[in-house]
Each structure stands twice: as structure tokens, then as C-alpha cells.
């Protein structure tokens, strides 16, 4: 599953294409990803602007002029390409596929610099999902979410508070999206053997 840094690859290749640009069209080609599209998608959407790109742990925000802001979650296999030829190259973890079966939704959007493109949302597996909200709050994915482990708020003070008296193991602690937001296993994995730290031990042992 993608973790925060192949998220902020993603979100980067989008950037260029997406800010600026209107979406004309909304084409859902089934009911559901993981969970059911969010309600009214396709209406509340048409006709808005990208006016941003950015990324929360480990989903992708794409927010619209009218007050709306799309996430994007890509589960095991979710992948967003350009069809047309040209700008489906923007930096990735990996080569989405194009087999159409997957493709399970598509912007028709206009940028007023490279014009017409279509934005895929594909993904064989459908452990993605899609979320529509109008403020960060309304959205159960991101209320309880920790400090970004780049960001200003991620130091060893807020560490060690949310270490003291854990007694889970510090694997465990480093995968609570509430403690750290935006790591996984292969993060988590390779931090601890850098730092020579056994995934086992308590999370409260590490606090000095």
C-alpha cells in the first residue's frame, strides 16, 4: 500500500496538470470503490476549478473552487493517469495500468494552459476510495490524524508525549496514523533498523 512518500509522488506529478483546471465532466462507471462514491459526487463537483493539490498522511486532496475538496485514498492498486498522450508521465511509484475494465472514473477536465485531458482513476483491486467534504473536520479520515513526520509539529517532545506510558511495541505505535500520520510497514521497518531499535520493545521503554 502506498505510504506518504509515493502519495507525495503522486500528488506532485498531478500538481501541474490539475491546479487551474475545470472539470467539465464527471464519468462513474460503477457505484462504488471500496466504499460507495461519495453521494452527489458528479453534480457537486461539475463546473468547479482545481485550485490545489496537497496531501494529508497518506491520502491525496484535491481542492475546487467552490468549496469542495476530493479524497483520494489509492488502497493496494489505485493509480490516477492522463489519457491523452503527452502528460501520463508525471513521476510515480509505479506504472499504472490501462487495462479499461479498471478504470472506474474519469474527469473530463479543461486547463487553461494544456487544454482538454482526462483524468483516470483506475484500480483492479478497488481497495481505493473517494471521500467529498467541505472542511478537514467533516471528514472521519482526517480528524484523528497525527503530526506529518516532516512537518513542523513532529519533534521529540510531541514524540515522548505520545510514547509515555504505551506500552504497545514501537512498531505498533509508529503505525497508529493518531501518533505519526502517513507511515507504514516499509517506513516503519526501515526507520527502526536504521536507528537499531528492535520493533518489539515498548514504545514507553524508548523515553529517557
Request: neutral net charge.
Amino acid at each position: 500500500m502506498p505510504e506518504l512518500p509515493e502519495v507525495e509522488t503522486v500528488r506532485r506529478g498531478l500538481e501541474p496538470w490539475l491546479v487551474k483546471a475545470r472539470i467539465e465532466k464527471v464519468e462513474l462507471r460503477r457505484p462504488d470503490l471500496r466504499f460507495p462514491f461519495p453521494a452527489g459526487l458528479a453534480q457537486k463537483v461539475t463546473g468547479a476549478r482545481v485550485t490545489n493539490v496537497g496531501r494529508r498522511a497518506k491520502y491525496l486532496l484535491i481542492a475546487l473552487d467552490n468549496g469542495f475538496t476530493i479524497l483520494s485514498h489509492l488502497g493496494m492498486t489505485g493509480s490516477w493517469r492522463f489519457a491523452e498522450h503527452g502528460i501520463d508521465k508525471p513521476p510515480r511509484y509505479y506504472e499504472p495500468g490501462t487495462e479499461p475494465k479498471h478504470d472506474h472514473l474519469i474527469f473530463s477536465l479543461h486547463h487553461p494552459e494544456h487544454g482538454k485531458s482526462h483524468l483516470i482513476y483506475a484500480d483492479p483491486r478497488r481497495f481505493g476510495f473517494l471521500d467529498l467534504f467541505e472542511r478537514p473536520e467533516d471528514s472521519s479520515y482526517l480528524k484523528d490524524l497525527g503530526p506529518e513526520p516532516l512537518g513542523n509539529d513532529f519533534n521529540a517532545e510531541e514524540m515522548a508525549a505520545a510514547f509515555r506510558g504505551k506500552k504497545a511495541p514501537i512498531k505498533a505505535a509508529l503505525l497508529d496514523q493518531r501518533v505519526v500520520a502517513g507511515l507504514g510497514n516499509i517506513y516503519v521497518a526501515e526507520a527502526l533498523h536504521r536507528a537499531h531499535i528492535l520493533p518489539t520493545v515498548e514504545a514507553r521503554s524508548l523515553l529517557t
